[in-house]
């Protein structure tokens, strides 16, 4: 039983784990990156540097500063037109990947040879505004020994998020109309507090800064706030506080991001299982703030099911449960209006969250469909069943052809997989129109013999739909491209092509409507908007629910010819969104609101819901006087896109994402 | 958009009149046997590959909406399950078509050879077939024709046979059935056959609703059916009927399918095989039961001539398109799809007014001879006109109705004489000339006859020519309610004109295609059209008539004045003889009596009031303004009046001053 196992076993595991897991992401040199069980660890070990996370302050030193991920690890067309991915960090690094070439420009009619769209090479400091300081909320800062920056590379960095629309701006070298005045680092909960108290005194907007891989542009700034900006980078508060292992919780601090917290967890045995995309580079406070998703979510559960207890810092103080209990009838959870308050609340700065021992085995699958219909209704009957596995995952034929551009050159695990699916191809799919054929990956977790019998299970039940087991191969693939897909919008736009991803969730006889409906919906769009090359259209079903599923979609095109590329884009994307509304998808599954889907929240969640909303934040704002109330009433908003709204007496302010102040504010 | 290019083809000088092949000239050249065998392989949807008629009942059955229904059925009713299943699979069995190429073939053959005998010509528009072919692989498309004669549906699948086109399966009244060989041959070519009436029948709705759309999602073939519900007696088209077409939009409400797309088709005979017989079935004398002999009995027709026939197929309508900012699908998508659902409101009256789109889009595409503008001043004139003053009339008419956007088929380069005494031979059976002096044939003179015989007689030609003056009425109907409020109002003033404009686009709104929430823009569109016809000038004071306004105005008060005189008739007819009592089914008898009674003392010279279609779209008129109410007693429905209110609607109509302002205010 795991819970006798003796240490070594425990190490044994761990050690898989870590391979597993985090064999692709950054290696790690660390040894201090230990547990600390200190009130604020910024007291305990100095003021400066004693949190070794993944994350430096400078960010920008380890990460682009227009693009995705690491600096060093990209793909490229090298001399001879070849692909290849930069770097040591991931499975995939250093290898050539001989088809990628010939699939690109086949697929956007791009030319790698003759049309580039090369991004700016650095940041011009100088094109940037000069920070709007407010004095007195610096000398107050300063006195409390938490560092700070008004560097411009560091405000820039944190001025936004990884919309295309962002990055776009990024790499034309135009920035943004407006950037944070300030970045701060707290150390601890206690320093949150401390910020946010100063905020409120002395009028100063403040905009937690998790991770920064949001999708929404949530973290961009209002163009036209006047007040000073503060961007509250959590990256330092990167410690696991304490560990339950009679309960099977800890303590975290909210700046956490996924890579380091499973690491940390892995070296004690256990792991959260919560596994978004993004893991590499996101933070727990990130995810309680955007209800984020995990692709084990079917083992794990989604955050909303892994959180205990959590601390939030708001501008009428903190708050936060009396007990740890697992679940209770006190009233609507109050941990559900911060989960997806997307910071316009408060800013969480500590979470006890589920943990798990680290499963005994792990085993990768696949499974080919003769169709994507067929795939639709085999993942279906998964979920009837209650038997999908840690996660599975059904592409359709336009991503099984993209992965197929993916192949390395060499590598084991590559090379057997061409080679398999050769022989496959030959012995098993001869029947199956390979325009037509799609694949689901899966995999499997748990102990060995359970894993076994589950993978059996799912095998059959595919088997009935046509579905034919292709390898576990191909399963891990899968997985290993998933982290490095998000680095392939970069490549795209060294050559014209802009890309994008969208998701939503729909009750399950829909899934195959809106799949198709979208797809055409986009192709017709881009035709409309004068797109001069066929747009490239994918979706992919990543999660199965009882009563639906979350579907994925990927949109890319060649945007030669266009004035304005950006903006076609969003014209599309826009379209796109009200046609997966029209078909009965919600307006985001995970990704969360922020100002990109604002403007369809009311819509999503009714008059009376937005109001309740917007009742909870009136709460937070009720010790205000009321001579300060009426003052903020009439006092013009920000910004007609984004919501800044006071908060509290002082008037610090949290942003708002949702669209619930508009109407006030006007 | 398709939006767009519907308006665009409203406005006549941005309508693009596309070039017409005539299919028989192929066939006169070449053998029809060759051309019934020829290899047919048409495009499909999306590649689709044809489904065998049995899976398609497979589907319908088996489908969570009739499952549904079969469910509560049995539940409602206490029977078995197997019971209610077995009722529906009877049901579909009645329904389905079962359309087989060697029917198909059959009906090429026969048909070409009939074609050839009795038609000229039959001319189809390239660029429609070709749109068509297009718009067949990218969506489900439904095909809406416009319905005159028995004819059209062979004569659709004709055509789309000949140019190589997935044949449609048709939603055919049952009346057919009645005729054995003939109604399972038309299965067999395409055909499925639908109750006239099943409305409280759930069982019979879902089955029926669910075959329809079965065959839409997949693709299987593009739908046919006509928007008017019925052959149109009198060459007008009918009011449209909406439920089929709410079953053919509901697959793109429910995001079953990305979008449905209709094609409107104006199919435009030179003359109507069914002409006087229709004139007969207004008149009262009973309709033939459709049996196969009464057909067979048409044989007579194969020795005439029945001219050209036109099919114009329109751009394809797109729902989507149409839908954008009207119709929220997200609200579909609270329910279970297959639960059976009354239809929103919004989406009624959305699917109301593309019924009357599509109708309108097919009148304008109608493709018009001389001889109705012939026949529509010949109607103004009962007691004739000399042959030279016609001709000059006609070629006058003729501009006036281009001016309108009508869509003539004039002869090119042939002297104005020609064309009119062409005409006339064509139409022999209906005028005759004699001595230069051009008059509406009556009956046979040698046989003796009764004063009301020969009234009818008479009434048979009237209303045989009005079917061809109907034709031409869409062009004109705007400018011509306009030019009577203009006559009737009180002032020029715009808003006065606008108001009994507006009394009379109520009253005739059954009578003609007048879309109930479409007043003011067509008040605009008629000011418009007169003043471009240079008849009228709108001023700031209001609308008046100019020195040409003369002829134009009394031609167009002219066309509806036997319509003014019908209602006002049967205003009165309620008012004094239906005091009480009358039932629903007296109605349409009592009322010709008593026209009959009128026009025999000479005290009323309008024969097209003999015409139950006016009297039944008067009375649903009556009906709607509140002026008449039903009233069910026993098992009868009789009929109460309001004689106020049809007082005050018989003098407005006749252009006096109401008595009752109370009354017209509520219109
Ligand atoms: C390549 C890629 C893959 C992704 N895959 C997934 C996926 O699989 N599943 C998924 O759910 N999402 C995914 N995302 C979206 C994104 O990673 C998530 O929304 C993530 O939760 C954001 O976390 P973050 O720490 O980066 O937050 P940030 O981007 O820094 O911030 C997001 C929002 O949360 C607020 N916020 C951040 N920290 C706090 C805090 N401590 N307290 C209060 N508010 C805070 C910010 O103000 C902002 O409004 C992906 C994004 C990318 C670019």
């Not at chain 1, 007195?136 to 800062?141: C, G, R, T």
């Not at chain 1, 135009?174 to 905020?199: L, S, Y």
């Not at chain 2, 075959?211 to 007008?236: D, H």
Request: proline residues 4%; charged residues 20%; contains cysteine.
């Amino acid at each position: 039983m795991a819970s006798n196992s003796n240490s070594s076993e425990r190490q044994r595991i761990a050690q898989q784990r870590l391979r597993i897991i985090a064999g692709h992401l950054q290696k790690h040199e660390d040894g201090e990156s230990g547990l600390i069980a200190t009130e604020c660890k910024a007291e305990a070990a100095g003021s400066n540097g004693a949190n070794k996370g993944t994350m430096p302050k400078k960010r920008q030193e380890v990460m682009k500063w227009n693009g995705w991920g690491y600096s060093d690890s990209k793909f490229l067309f090298n001399k001879k037109g070849q692909a290849e991915f930069t770097g040591k960090r991931y499975r995939l690094s250093g290898m050539i990947l001989p088809s990628l070439q010939e699939w690109f420009e086949n697929t956007f009619g791009a030319s790698v040879k003759q049309h580039k769209s090369p991004a700016t090479p650095a940041l011009n400091p100088g094109a940037l505004p000069p920070p709007n300081l407010n004095a007195a909320f610096l000398k107050d800062l300063k006195a409390t020994g938490i560092p700070f920056s008004h560097e411009a590379d560091d405000r820039v960095f944190r001025a936004h998020g990884h919309c295309l629309h962002e990055i776009f701006a990024l790499r034309e070298g135009r920035g943004f109309q407006r950037v944070p005045d300030t970045v701060v680092w707290p150390n601890c909960h206690n320093d949150v507090v401390k910020i946010v108290e100063m905020a409120c005194k002395h009028n100063v907007c403040v905009i937690p800064y998790g991770g920064g891989t949001s999708v929404t542009g949530a973290l961009e700034c209002p163009p036209n706030e006047t007040r000073s900006i503060v961007s509250l980078d959590t990256s330092q508060m990167n410690h696991i506080l304490w560990l339950d292992e009679k309960n099977l919780v800890a303590r975290i601090e909210a700046g956490i991001i996924g890579q380091d917290l499973e690491r940390l967890l892995n070296e004690r045995g256990y792991c959260t299982g919560h596994e978004p995309d993004s893991m590499e580079f996101s933070s727990l406070g990130g995810w309680v703030a955007t209800r984020a998703s995990g692709m084990k979510k079917n083992i794990y559960g989604n955050i909303e099911d892994l959180v205990v207890h959590m601390k939030v810092v708001t501008p009428r103080g903190v708050f936060e449960k009396s007990c740890q209990g697992p679940r209770m009838s006190t009233g609507p959870d109050i941990h559900h209006f911060i989960l997806g308050s997307e910071g316009t609340l408060g800013v969480v700065t500590e979470v006890t969250m589920k943990i798990r021992p680290i499963p005994e085995y792990q085993k990768y699958g696949s499974v080919v469909f003769p169709n994507f219909e067929a795939g639709v209704a085999c993942l279906r009957e998964v979920a009837k069943q209650r038997c999908a596995p840690a996660s599975i995952r059904l592409m359709d034929n336009e991503q099984f052809q993209f992965g197929h551009a993916l192949k390395p050159q060499v590598s084991s695990i590559f090379t057997n997989f061409v080679e398999g699916l050769k022989k496959f191809y030959i012995t098993k799919f001869k029947g199956f129109d390979p325009h037509q054929l799609c694949v689901a990956t899966l995999l499997f977790e748990g102990d060995r013999e359970r894993v076994l019998q589950h993978e059996k299970q799912v095998y059959d039940i595919a088997a009935k739909f046509g579905g034919l087991a292709a390898g576990e191969d191909n399963g891990q693939r899968g997985y290993i491209l998933t982290f490095v897909i998000a680095y392939l919008r970069d490549l795209g736009l060294e050559y014209y092509v802009v890309a994008e991803s969208f998701e939503t969730s729909v009750p399950w006889d829909r899934v195959l409507d809106l799949c198709r409906n979208v797809k055409e919906r986009i192709t017709r769009e881009c035709k409309e908007r004068g797109v001069q090359f066929q747009p490239l259209t994918s979706c992919r079903v990543t999660q199965t629910y009882d009563a639906g599923a979350c579907v994925y979609f990927y949109f890319a095109f060649n945007y030669r010819g266009l004035a304005d590329p950006v903006r076609t884009y969003e014209q599309v994307e826009h379209a796109a969104r009200d046609e997966i509304l029209s078909n009965g998808g919600s307006l985001s599954h995970h990704h969360g609101v922020g100002k990109l889907r604002k403007e369809w929240m009311k819509e999503s969640i009714s008059d009376v819901g937005l109001g309740m909303l917007k009742s909870v934040k009136d709460q937070l704002n009720s010790e205000r006087p009321k001579w300060l109330h009426s003052f903020q009433v009439s006092r013009p908003c920000v910004s007609r896109n984004v919501q800044a709204e006071c908060l509290s007496t002082t008037q610090q302010c949290i942003r708002l994402h949702l669209t619930h102040c508009k109407n006030r504010c006007q | 958009m398709a939006s767009a290019t519907l308006y665009s083809q409203r406005d006549p000088m941005l309508k693009k009149r596309d070039d017409f092949e005539d299919i028989l000239e192929e066939r006169r050249k070449s053998s029809d046997l060759k051309y019934a065998l020829r290899c047919y392989a048409p495009v499909l949807y999306k590649g689709l590959t044809p489904c065998k008629a049995n899976m398609l009942k497979n589907m319908v059955l088996q489908s969570d909406n009739v499952k549904y229904v079969i469910n509560q059925v049995s539940l409602e009713s206490g029977e078995a399950l197997d019971i209610v299943h077995e009722e529906a699979s009877v049901i579909l069995e009645e329904m389905a078509h079962r359309l087989q190429i060697s029917t198909v073939r059959f009906f090429a053959y026969a048909l070409t050879k009939a074609f050839k005998t009795i038609f000229q010509h039959i001319c189809v528009n390239m660029d429609g077939i070709q749109r068509l072919q297009q718009a067949i692989q990218e969506h489900p498309v439904v095909l809406l024709p416009s319905h005159r004669s028995y004819m059209d549906f062979l004569l659709m699948s004709y055509i789309l046979y000949t140019y190589d086109l997935a044949l449609p399966v048709i939603a055919a009244g049952m009346d057919f059935m009645g005729m054995k060989i003939i109604g399972e041959m038309l299965r067999m070519s395409g055909a499925f056959f639908i109750r006239r009436s099943f409305g409280g029948d759930k069982l019979y709705w879902a089955v029926f609703s669910e075959y329809v759309k079965t065959m839409l999602r997949n693709g299987f073939a593009p739908i046919e059916f006509f928007l008017e519900g019925t052959r149109s007696r009198t060459c007008k088209s009918l009011t449209p009927k909406t439920g089929l077409l709410n079953i053919v939009m509901e697959p793109f409400f429910k995001g079953e399918v990305f979008d449905v797309h209709l094609v409107p088709v104006s199919i435009s005979y030179e003359r109507i095989l069914e002409e006087t017989l229709y004139a007969r079935e207004l008149l009262g004398v009973p309709k033939p039961k459709e049996s196969t002999s009464g057909l067979l009995k048409a044989r007579r027709i194969l020795s005439e001539n029945y001219g050209s026939i036109h099919v114009y197929f329109g751009q394809p309508v797109s729902v989507r398109s149409l839908a954008q900012g009207t119709i929220n699908r997200s609200k579909y998508t609270l329910v279970p799809r297959h639960l059976p659902r009354k239809p929103m409101e919004e989406t009624q009256s959305f699917v109301n007014d593309t019924a009357y789109r599509i109708v309108r889009l097919q009148e304008d595409s109608m493709v018009l001879k001389p001889w109705v503008l012939m026949a529509s001043l010949l109607l103004q004139n009962l007691e004739g006109l000399e042959l030279s003053v016609l001709t000059e009339q006609t070629l006058w008419l003729r501009g006036l109705a281009q001016c309108y956007g009508a869509f003539m088929d004039w002869p090119d380069h042939a002297p104005a004489a020609k064309v009119v005494s062409s005409s006339l031979a064509l139409h022999k059976g209906l005028v005759c000339v004699s001595e230069g002096w051009v008059s509406l044939v009556v009956g046979e003179p040698q046989v003796p006859m009764t004063a009301e015989e020969a009234l009818f007689n008479r009434a048979v030609s009237v209303l045989s020519c009005a079917s061809y003056r109907n034709q031409v009425l869409h062009v004109f109907i705007r400018p011509a309610i306009l030019a009577v409020a203009m006559h009737n109002a009180d002032s020029s003033k715009k808003d006065e004109v606008y108001n009994c404009f507006s009394f009379l686009y109520t009253m005739f709104s059954n009578e003609f295609i007048l879309c109930p929430g479409d007043t003011v823009q067509d008040f605009d569109e008629a000011c418009y059209l007169l003043v471009k016809s240079g008849a009228v000038q709108t001023l700031q004071q209001g609308i008046v008539g100019t020195d040409r306004s003369q002829p134009i105005l009394s031609f167009l008060k002219g066309l509806l004045d036997s319509f003014l005189q019908g209602y006002q008739l049967v205003c009165r007819f309620l008012r004094e003889e239906a005091s009480d009592g009358l039932t629903e089914k007296q109605y349409v008898p009592a009322v010709r009596s008593f026209a009959v009674k009128l026009i025999l003392a000479g005290n009323l010279r309008c024969y097209e009031v003999l015409s139950s279609d006016m009297q039944k779209n008067a009375l649903a008129a009556l009906l709607r303004t509140g002026a008449v109410r039903k009233v069910k007693i026993a098992d009868q429905v009789t009929l109460k009046v309001n004689k106020m209110a049809l007082n005050s609607f018989e003098d407005t109509l006749g252009g006096h001053l109401p008595t009752q302002k109370a009354v017209l205010a509520r219109l």
